[in-house]
């Protein structure tokens, strides 16, 4: 049974891996997620002179995947760090048709490739996820011709800690800047741990439009704050 499942993803393989692309070429791509679906993120470094280890994690993990209800979305290369200790080089988008779906993968996976793990640690010198079950329908363009940037806060446990962030996304809206999409609760599994209170993409007109935006929220107190992680990304 196992050896007949195994061969039917590995069919599905080559045609997965030639349609699957990390990084949208397009100049604009619309991400749309019902209610109910799990937007995965993805923080990727990947280990040198590991193409061929790559190639091998799609053509077994990938198929299974995308049996259970996955689907690639466009992801970004990360250009900059300019806040925080996490440094990926690439900020990759998937969805997953439900959150029992995900977390049943997290099992099965290893039941079909019980090496899964140690393969992506081979490939992947950083490797960073969250999941977030969308709560309503969810829907957002990415334009390439824009400026974009991911912000992860970390708060502190305290009652004015929420009042923080709300400043924070109301001088977004002030300064002109449009929220893609703001993520919060999410499910970080271990040996993966990345789980900020707020993960925020932004999209600004143009990098200026963005510094402006950083000088202003410069005066906000930040006494809140136990961490911040922000990556510009392309």
């Known amino acids: 049974m ?6 039917m993803v590995l069919g599905l393989a ?11 070429q397009s100049t604009t791509k619309t991400v749309a997620l019902k209610k109910g679906e799990v937007l ?3 923080l990727l470094s990947q280990n040198p002179d ?15 995947a ?24 690439s900020l990759i988008l998937g969805k997953w048709s439900d959150i ?3 977390e049943a993968f997290l099992t ?10 140690e393969r992506r640690r081979k490939v992947w010198s950083y490797f960073g996820l ?17 400026y974009h940037v991911a912000t992860a806060y970390w708060l502190k446990k305290e009652d004015d800690s929420a009042k923080f962030y709300e400043k924070w996304i109301k001088s977004i809206d002030t300064m002109g800047g449009e929220i893609l999409v703001s993520l919060e609760d999410g499910t970080s599994p271990f040996g993966y741990k990345y789980d900020p209170d707020y993960l925020v993409i932004t999209s600004w007109e143009d990098e200026g439009a963005f510094e402006a935006f950083r000088e202003e929220v410069s005066q906000m107190k930040t006494d809140n704050i136990q961490h911040v992680n922000e990556f510009i990304l392309e």
């Open 108 to 117: 099965q996976i290893l039941k079909e490739v019980p090496d899964f793990h």
């Open 130 to 146: 969250g999941y977030f079950e969308t709560q309503e329908d969810l829907s957002f363009k990415i334009d390439r011709d824009k």
């Open 40 to 42: 995965d993120i993805l």
């Open 14 to 24: 080559i045609s997965l891996i030639s349609s699957h692309q990390i990084y949208s």
């Open 100 to 102: 029992k779906t995900r």
């Open 2 to 7: 196992k050896k007949s499942f195994l061969h």
């Open 50 to 64: 590991t193409e061929a280890d790559l190639k091998s994690y799609f053509q077994t993990a990938f198929p299974v």
């Open 66 to 89: 995308k049996l259970m209800s996955y689907q690639p979305l466009p992801g970004f290369k990360i250009l900059e760090h300019t806040q925080g200790n996490h440094q990926p080089s």
